[in-house]
């Protein structure tokens, strides 16, 4: 681990993120953040969603001040129910990254999959994959996570509707971004599989399979990493406009979007920091993950290395 | 003696990097006369497309010239300013290079281009600058010129287009030409033909040709004189005949000797072990020394030798070398 | 310098033994524009000759090599021998078997022009040298540092990555490739091209040991006379798709029959030829979408008369050679 990383640091990669303020902030910013959300249990002083630990006393506590009652003390304060906003944060931190990073994931793979496909096998397969991307990315992505979202919660008995939800976030944004990976990977798949090592790896007798994920694939983790970089940012937005809308993350597993939905009812009444500080948050992270992926972008064109 | 039209002295080209400063080329001389093919050749990496590209004034950042002089018809060029340097890039220099198309603007007529460079570089009027760009075109050999002048660039094969890129170099009047690997891309055939009309430019229009080339052939055919180079540094320099039949420098030997041509006849080619080492590695002493059979203690400790310092002033080698191949 | 008249060839030919027939051999390739636009425009569909009826014969242990300039269709026929491209018409016929997708069983194999493209950059060389052996199944430890140092590399070297090396370091690592699979012929397309001269010879020279050594054929592709009159035994020139001309190296060069081999010949740089004010070769390749009728060589050709305008000349054989020429010299 510590040789991954001074090799990381050494290479050209590593020069470019030393030479870059923004990048180093916002790298910073990001593991402080996913380290904050795994382990928030040990970090929090409360677990919000245990009624057990809350004490309705402590409702709409403002930050940084003793509550006069309990003599408790709430660095962000606290909500309408007593619960420590600084400990809601953290938990719901937990829930959009964990609801971006899977919902990358699962478009990645399926992005991956089918940008390899269309752009090896060519053709025929390549026209009603990329054809079907078309239309999908004239539906804007939210329309499409609302429809799936709709659909699941009809579909789902109304026990299992909270469980279900997450899983139904991360299928329903995932679908929505697996044009870009597509696009990508299949326009790499068409300039690398006439590159003479693809004929080289024929001529050897290799199977399709063997060449689009052995030889192709890791020709085109560069550009890969940029976009699943940049769409865990959108991913991540676009899970809290979901939950702010009412149809994500459920208040009993409130993501930062439900946090805000919350906090806007207690905004124009004077309890301002029941929003303020989850949206600040989602803020930080959303541009920390973007500036990254638009540093990794630059960073990796080959176009602008000397 | 006349004044040489192009006249180059311990030209140095630095890039500073991370991993040090670079020097790709390093303290090169040579002169050009007017009607002189002077062949510039050397392997990959060798600095001398990078040669070619600083007497220009072309480098790209952050490669810059960080010593020696280049002179051009008795004026100094390089440390011109910016926008006087462009200006006598257009006027009295023309460039071709490899890919004809990178030269060439895919949007205007052929025409266009041509005329728009004699009307920027010469006192003359909008008809007689497309009088002059058909006779150029009709110079560098393209048949039916006067209907060819508004077709654009695409609608020319390779070797037209190459043509065409020969007479905008020439449109305005230069007096030096600088050719880099302008026949690479070419085939056979069609190589043979632009060898033959920057032959027959050079000597008619008395241009001085600088002609950068790998190919030890096209030298031969073309260059009046050839300057050998290896890592950077001049290492030999002389008419076309010496250096080919009887190269001084072990590494001119060396290029001559490993040509199939040399060889005919001949089980195995000889060749040259190891190969060019990488700007950053230059190894102490001569940068052939590792390479070299000859090499002695001398070679691998003292500074660089240069051409002063063979009696003949044509390799730069401690122990150049008399006789054939 | 040397003069042709000089020139030996120090190989004995023994008894024909042939190792590949190439039968017939044709290739088109579809180069209309796409199916809405020749709707939309009338357009008609298009094809392109890239290979039309080349026939030749490769003695086993010897270098028979392919010349001709761009459009000639010399890498096309490499890729139909290979196996990697399916013929139009005709045959290729190796050790008595048809070429094809499943005779690629390691006993053809292929060494490729840019050493930059053809190793995987995310591949140790190990992995890259053992491909051929793996992908049937073999076993291949060991495998690729001992063809490291068969090829003038250390067995060390196994454990790095293509970009660490040179351009002439690289092709070795093709070359070692290209031996893993214990092959019988290996096509050779442009091999050198991409080199320096003086990395060029080490390569030529690795190739014509290992050709002894282990008993190799090869078929050698190059636009480079000089290159190929260094290897050749014998040598087929193409233009636009047709063997013009094919027969032994020191006859084709000192004795030429068709009037483009001729040209080509006179063409091509020499390093005796200060101050030669060489004959300049008049006309380029046509476009091989629409050839010229008959000899598709007559726009070009001095000796040119109407029968070369009609018809298409037939291969007759000449001396030790093949001609494809009405007028023959």
Same mark, same amino acid.
């Given at each position: 681990?510590?040789?991954?990383i001074?090799?990381?640091?050494?290479?050209d990669?590593g020069?470019?993120?030393r030479?870059?303020p923004?990048?180093?902030?916002?790298?910073?910013?990001?593991?402080?953040l996913?380290?904050?959300a795994?382990?928030a249990?040990?970090?929090?002083?409360?677990?919000?969603?245990?009624?057990?630990?809350?004490?309705?006393?402590?409702?709409?506590?403002?930050?940084?001040?003793?509550?006069p009652?309990?003599?408790?003390?709430?660095v962000?304060?606290a909500?309408n129910?007593?619960?420590?906003?600084?400990s809601?944060?953290l938990?719901?931190?937990?829930?959009?990254?964990?609801?971006?990073v899977l919902a990358?994931a699962?478009g990645?793979?399926?992005?991956?999959?089918?940008g390899l496909i269309?752009?090896?096998?060519?053709?025929?397969?390549?026209s009603?994959?990329?054809?079907?991307?078309?239309?999908?990315?004239?539906?804007p992505?939210i329309?499409i996570?609302?429809l799936?979202?709709?659909?699941a919660?009809g579909?789902?008995?109304?026990?299992?509707?909270?469980?279900?939800?997450?899983?139904?976030?991360?299928?329903?944004?995932?679908?929505?971004?697996?044009?870009?990976?597509a696009?990508?990977v299949?326009?790499?798949?068409?300039?690398?599989k006439?590159?003479?090592f693809?004929?080289?790896?024929?001529?050897a007798?290799?199977?399709p399979?063997?060449?689009?994920?052995?030889?192709i694939?890791?020709?085109a983790?560069?550009?890969?990493?940029?976009i699943?970089?940049?769409s865990?940012?959108?991913?991540?937005?676009a899970?809290?406009?979901?939950?702010f809308l009412?149809?994500?993350?459920?208040p009993?597993?409130?993501?930062?979007?439900?946090?805000?939905r919350?906090?806007?009812?207690?905004?124009?009444?004077?309890e301002?920091?029941i929003?303020?500080?989850?949206?600040?948050?989602?803020?930080?992270?959303?541009?920390?993950?973007?500036?990254?992926?638009?540093?990794?972008?630059?960073?990796?064109?080959p176009s602008?290395?000397? | 003696?006349? =004044?040489p039209v192009l006249?180059?002295?311990?030209?140095?080209v &630095?890039i500073?990097?991370?991993?040090?400063?670079?020097?790709?080329?390093?303290r =090169?001389s040579?002169?050009?006369?007017a009607?002189?093919?002077?062949g510039?050749v050397?392997?990959? #990496?060798?600095?001398?497309?990078?040669?070619?590209n600083?007497v220009?004034?072309?480098?790209?950042r952050?490669?810059?010239?960080?010593?020696? $002089?280049?002179?051009?018809m008795?004026?100094?060029?390089?440390t011109?300013?910016?926008?006087t340097?462009?200006?006598?890039?257009g006027?009295?220099?023309g460039?071709?290079?490899?890919?004809?198309?990178?030269?060439?603007?895919?949007?205007?007529?052929v025409?266009?281009?041509?005329?728009?460079t004699?009307? &920027?570089?010469?006192?003359?009027?909008?008809?007689?600058a497309?009088q002059r760009?058909?006779?150029?075109?009709?110079e560098?050999?393209?048949?039916a010129?006067a209907?060819?002048?508004d077709?654009y660039?695409?609608?020319?094969s390779?070797?037209?287009?190459q043509?065409?890129v020969?007479a905008?170099?020439?449109?305005? $009047?230069?007096?030096?030409?600088?050719?880099?690997?302008?026949?690479?891309?070419?085939?056979?055939?069609?190589?043979?033909?632009?060898?033959g009309l920057?032959k027959?430019?050079?000597?008619?229009r008395?241009?001085?040709?600088?002609?950068?080339?790998?190919?030890?052939?096209?030298?031969?055919e073309?260059a009046?004189?050839?300057a =050998?180079?290896?890592?950077?540094r001049l290492? &030999?320099?002389?008419?076309?005949?010496d =250096?080919?039949?009887?190269?001084?420098?072990?590494y001119?030997r #060396?290029?001559?000797?490993?040509t199939?041509?040399a060889?005919?006849?001949?089980?195995?080619l000889?060749q040259i072990?190891?190969?060019m080492?990488?700007?950053?590695?230059?190894?102490? #002493?001569?940068a052939?020394?590792?390479?070299c &059979?000859?090499?002695?203690?001398?070679?691998?400790?003292?500074?660089?030798?240069?051409?002063s310092d063979?009696?003949n002033?044509?390799?730069?080698?401690?122990?150049?070398?008399?006789?054939?191949? | 310098?040397?003069?042709?008249?000089?020139?030996?060839?120090?190989?004995?030919?023994?008894?024909?033994?042939s190792?590949?027939?190439v *039968?017939? *051999?044709?290739?088109?390739?579809?180069v209309?524009?796409?199916?809405?636009?020749? *709707?939309?425009?009338?357009?008609?569909?298009?094809t392109l000759?890239?290979?039309?009826?080349?026939?030749?014969?490769?003695?086993r242990?010897t270098?028979?090599?392919?010349?001709?300039?761009s459009?000639?269709?010399?890498?096309?026929?490499?890729?139909m021998?290979?196996?990697?491209?399916?013929?139009?018409?005709?045959?290729?016929l190796?050790?008595?078997?048809?070429?094809g997708?499943?005779?690629r069983?390691g006993?053809?194999?292929m060494?490729?022009?840019d050493?930059?493209?053809?190793?995987?950059?995310r591949?140790?060389?190990?992995d890259?040298?053992?491909?051929?052996?793996?992908?049937q199944?073999g076993?291949?430890?060991?495998i690729?540092?001992?063809l490291?140092?068969?090829?003038?590399?250390?067995?060390d070297?196994?454990?790095?990555?293509?970009h660490?090396?040179?351009g002439?370091?690289?092709?070795?690592?093709?070359?070692?490739?290209?031996?893993?699979?214990?092959?019988?012929?290996?096509?050779?397309?442009?091999?050198t091209s991409?080199l320096d001269?003086?990395v060029?010879?080490q390569?030529?020279?690795?190739m014509?040991?290992?050709?002894?050594?282990?008993?190799?054929?090869?078929?050698f592709?190059?636009?480079?006379?000089t290159?190929?009159?260094?290897m050749?035994?014998?040598i087929?020139v193409?233009?636009?798709?047709r063997?013009?001309?094919?027969?032994?190296?020191?006859?084709?060069?000192?004795?030429?029959?068709?009037?483009?081999?001729?040209?080509?010949?006179?063409a091509?740089?020499r390093m005796?030829?200060?101050?030669?004010?060489a004959?300049?070769?008049?006309g380029?390749?046509?476009d091989p979408?629409s050839p010229p009728p008959?000899?598709?060589?007559?726009p070009?050709?001095?000796?040119?008369?109407?029968?070369c305008?009609?018809?298409?000349p037939a291969?007759?054989p000449?001396n030790?050679?093949?001609v494809a020429c009405?007028?023959?010299?």
């Amino acid at each position: 681990m510590i040789s991954r990383i001074s090799s990381f640091w050494a290479s050209d990669i590593g020069w470019s993120f030393r030479g870059s303020p923004v990048a180093i902030l916002s790298a910073i910013m990001v593991v402080v953040l996913l380290m904050a959300a795994l382990f928030a249990p040990w970090i929090t002083p409360q677990n919000p969603f245990d009624p057990s630990e809350l004490n309705l006393a402590n409702g709409f506590s403002p930050p940084l001040q003793e509550n006069p009652f309990t003599n408790d003390f709430f660095v962000f304060g606290a909500d309408n129910q007593g619960r420590d906003v600084f400990s809601t944060i953290l938990y719901g931190l937990r829930i959009s990254l964990m609801v971006g990073v899977l919902a990358v994931a699962f478009g990645l793979v399926l992005g991956v999959s089918l940008g390899l496909i269309a752009g090896y096998v060519g053709g025929r397969v390549d026209s009603i994959i990329m054809r079907t991307a078309d239309i999908q990315l004239t539906f804007p992505a939210i329309l499409i996570a609302m429809l799936i979202f709709g659909i699941a919660k009809g579909v789902a008995p109304i026990e299992y509707r909270d469980q279900v939800a997450i899983w139904v976030l991360i299928v329903a944004i995932g679908l929505s971004d697996w044009v870009p990976f597509a696009r990508v990977v299949r326009g790499a798949a068409m300039v690398q599989k006439n590159k003479d090592f693809v004929l080289a790896a024929k001529l050897a007798g290799q199977g399709p399979m063997t060449i689009m994920f052995r030889h192709i694939l890791p020709n085109a983790m560069s550009p890969i990493l940029v976009i699943a970089t940049i769409s865990l940012a959108l991913a991540i937005i676009a899970e809290a406009t979901l939950s702010f809308l009412g149809v994500g993350a459920p208040p009993t597993k409130p993501s930062l979007g439900t946090l805000i939905r919350v906090g806007q009812e207690f905004a124009l009444s004077g309890e301002w920091w029941i929003l303020f500080f989850p949206a600040l948050t989602l803020l930080m992270l959303a541009l920390s993950v973007n500036s990254l992926g638009d540093w990794l972008r630059d960073a990796l064109n080959p176009s602008l290395k000397s | 003696m006349p =004044v040489p039209v192009l006249s180059v002295r311990d030209l140095s080209v &630095e890039i500073p990097s991370r991993y040090g400063v670079m020097r790709p080329v390093d303290r =090169v001389s040579f002169d050009i006369a007017a009607g002189e093919i002077l062949g510039v050749v050397g392997e990959s #990496g060798a600095g001398k497309s990078m040669t070619g590209n600083a007497v220009i004034g072309l480098l790209a950042r952050p490669a810059h010239i960080s010593g020696g $002089e280049v002179w051009l018809m008795g004026q100094r060029i390089d440390t011109l300013a910016t926008e006087t340097k462009r200006r006598i890039r257009g006027r009295r220099i023309g460039m071709v290079f490899q890919d004809p198309l990178t030269s060439l603007n895919p949007l205007l007529t052929v025409g266009q281009q041509l005329t728009e460079t004699i009307l &920027e570089h010469l006192a003359v009027s909008k008809k007689e600058a497309r009088q002059r760009s058909i006779q150029l075109l009709q110079e560098v050999g393209i048949p039916a010129a006067a209907e060819r002048i508004d077709s654009y660039p695409h609608e020319f094969s390779g070797g037209m287009r190459q043509r065409v890129v020969i007479a905008l170099a020439l449109s305005a $009047e230069p007096s030096l030409v600088i050719a880099d690997e302008p026949t690479t891309a070419l085939d056979v055939s069609v190589q043979a033909q632009i060898i033959g009309l920057l032959k027959r430019l050079c000597r008619e229009r008395g241009v001085a040709v600088m002609l950068v080339t790998h190919d030890m052939g096209v030298i031969a055919e073309a260059a009046d004189r050839v300057a =050998v180079m290896y890592a950077g540094r001049l290492a &030999e320099i002389g008419s076309v005949r010496d =250096v080919i039949l009887t190269p001084a420098h072990h590494y001119a030997r #060396g290029l001559m000797a490993s040509t199939p041509l040399a060889s005919l006849g001949m089980r195995r080619l000889r060749q040259i072990p190891g190969s060019m080492p990488r700007l950053g590695r230059l190894p102490q #002493g001569c940068a052939f020394n590792p390479r070299c &059979e000859q090499a002695t203690q001398r070679c691998r400790v003292d500074p660089t030798p240069t051409l002063s310092d063979d009696p003949n002033g044509r390799a730069a080698c401690w122990y150049p070398l008399k006789g054939t191949i | 310098m040397r003069t042709p008249s000089e020139f030996t060839v120090p190989k004995d030919r023994r008894a024909s033994d042939s190792l590949v027939s190439v *039968l017939g *051999l044709s290739r088109t390739f579809d180069v209309s524009p796409p199916f809405l636009n020749r *709707l939309i425009e009338r357009l008609p569909k298009r094809t392109l000759k890239a290979v039309t009826d080349v026939s030749f014969n490769v003695e086993r242990g010897t270098v028979f090599a392919l010349v001709g300039e761009s459009g000639s269709g010399k890498t096309t026929i490499g890729r139909m021998v290979v196996g990697l491209m399916e013929p139009s018409a005709g045959n290729v016929l190796i050790d008595g078997e048809r070429s094809g997708p499943d005779s690629r069983r390691g006993g053809v194999q292929m060494v490729f022009q840019d050493p930059y493209a053809s190793l995987n950059p995310r591949w140790r060389v190990r992995d890259i040298i053992a491909e051929p052996v793996v992908a049937q199944g073999g076993k291949a430890t060991g495998i690729a540092e001992q063809l490291l140092e068969k090829v003038g590399l250390s067995a060390d070297d196994a454990k790095l990555f293509p970009h660490q090396f040179s351009g002439g370091q690289r092709q070795r690592i093709g070359i070692a490739r290209a031996l893993a699979s214990n092959p019988k012929l290996i096509v050779c397309d442009e091999p050198t091209s991409a080199l320096d001269v003086s990395v060029q010879a080490q390569v030529l020279n690795l190739m014509s040991d290992l050709k002894d050594e282990f008993g190799l054929t090869y078929i050698f592709i190059s636009h480079d006379l000089t290159v190929v009159r260094h290897m050749a035994d014998r040598i087929g020139v193409l233009y636009l798709g047709r063997l013009v001309e094919e027969a032994p190296v020191e006859e084709l060069f000192t004795d030429a029959k068709h009037p483009y081999t001729r040209m080509l010949l006179e063409a091509a740089p020499r390093m005796d030829a200060f101050g030669r004010e060489a004959s300049i070769p008049i006309g380029e390749i046509p476009d091989p979408i629409s050839p010229p009728p008959g000899c598709a060589f007559h726009p070009r050709c001095p000796l040119a008369t109407e029968v070369c305008r009609r018809s298409v000349p037939a291969m007759q054989p000449v001396n030790k050679g093949r001609v494809a020429c009405h007028h023959a010299l």
